[in-house]
């Protein structure tokens, strides 16, 4: 898996799982229960992370999206 994302942002991590779901790529969101230990503060940001063989189609389904400024580097 790749991290392709690092947001505290729910809402565009939501929205980007739809999107590559609906796409047919496997993708998870990690770091979640991490909130827990923080008291929910949301000071730990999230890692959204593909499949390694399908990143770059992630990439450009989120950019179509809108979302190319959220995208981590490439070598990331």
Request: charge should be negative; include cysteine.
């Amino acid at each position: 898996m790749l991290e392709i994302i690092r947001t505290n942002d729910a809402v565009l991590l939501s929205f980007a799982e739809t999107l590559l779901s609906e796409a047919g790529i496997h993708c998870m969101i990690a770091d979640q229960s991490m909130s827990i230990l923080e008291g929910s503060l949301g000071l730990l940001p999230r890692r959204f992370l593909v499949e390694e063989g399908r990143a770059e189609e992630a990439r450009a389904i989120l950019r179509e999206a809108g979302l190319a400024a959220e995208l981590r580097d490439d070598k990331a």
